[in-house]
C-alpha cells in the first residue's frame, strides 16, 4: 500500500476490478491471494477497445499505441508462421 500511496479501501477496490475484468483469481485462506490470469483475447480486446474509446488520445499516442501491438504481433508471427502462411503472404504481396 505505501508503495502505490493508496489505502486498503482503494487496494480492495482495484484487486476486485482486476479480478472482475478477468486479469486476477483471488483465492481464500492461508495459501490464497491474488493471482495473475491468463488473459483471453476477448477480455484483452475489450479492454484495450475501452482504453482506446474513452481517453483523449493523440495521434502520437495512437501511434505508440500501435507500435507497441504490431511489434507483438509481427514477433507472434514470426514464431508461428508456416511455409503455407509465407507462401500466402507472398501471393498477397505479389497482388499488392
Not at 67 to 80: F, T
Request: aromatic share 6%.
Amino acid at each position: 500500500m505505501e508503495a502505490f500511496e493508496v489505502g486498503k479501501a482503494t487496494l480492495r477496490e482495484g484487486i476486485r476490478a482486476l479480478e472482475t475484468l478477468g486479469f486476477l483469481q483471488v483465492c481464500k485462506g492461508a495459501s490464497g491471494g491474488a493471482f495473475v490470469t491468463e488473459v483471453n483475447v476477448k477480455t484483452a480486446r475489450e479492454c484495450l477497445s475501452n482504453f482506446l474509446r474513452f481517453q483523449h488520445l493523440s495521434l502520437k499516442d495512437l501511434s505508440e499505441v500501435r507500435l507497441l501491438v504490431e511489434s507483438y504481433i509481427a514477433e507472434k508471427v514470426a514464431r508461428h508462421i508456416t511455409p503455407e502462411d509465407l507462401e500466402k503472404l507472398e501471393e498477397l504481396n505479389i497482388r499488392i
